[in-house]
């Protein structure tokens, strides 16, 4: 399968097809591991979630459209307490009988996913999600600015 036809030109797609290409050509030879099912279904969920990152004072937030989905299709999580992970899935409707037929689809259906690395000055306890109008907003909370030192004055003795 070639990428490139189907219209994905970037570069985890082109190292993935170099990967794919490898294995393909040199089959005796297993020194060459191929990327699990795993690994690619992930890449393409995450190559297929567009995401807006902003910076403000006081917070970072995190905007992914998701039209269609309710609350409980989608996951907000933070593994190892630095990468924010946001997924889920669109499941395709179920087909009726006697119901009209699909002519064309070009929705996307299927899982997707984003992952993030969190900067260290984040507050983790305080990240908040709210899906409005097919939008998600993830707002991670920033820590204080650390207070800065003040010096120690010593006093000096007269010997």
Do not use: C, W
């Not at 189907?6 to 297993?30: E, R, V, W, Y």
């Not at 902003?54 to 409980?72: C, H, Q, R, T, W």
């Not at 933070?78 to 924010?84: F, Q, R, S």
């Amino acid at each position: 399968m070639d990428f490139k036809i189907m219209g994905f030109d970037a570069p985890l797609f082109s190292a993935l097809q170099h990967m794919l290409d490898a294995a393909a050509a040199d089959d005796s030879d297993k020194s060459v591991s191929a990327p699990t099912r795993t690994y690619v279904r992930d890449a393409k969920a995450m190559a297929a979630t567009p995401a807006d990152v902003m910076e403000y004072p006081n917070s970072y937030a995190f905007v992914i459209d998701m039209p269609g989905l309710k609350s409980g299709d989608i996951k907000v999580q933070v593994e190892d307490d630095i990468v924010l992970v946001i997924s889920g899935e669109r499941k395709r409707e179920e087909e009726k009988e006697g119901a009209a037929k699909y002519v064309r689809m070009e929705r996307r259906v299927g899982k997707f996913m984003r992952k993030f690395v969190l900067p260290e000055n984040v507050n983790k306890d305080k990240i908040s999600a709210v899906s409005q109008d097919g939008v998600l907003t993830v707002t991670v909370e920033k820590l204080p600015p650390p207070e800065p030192k003040k010096p120690k004055t010593i006093e000096v003795k007269i010997a």
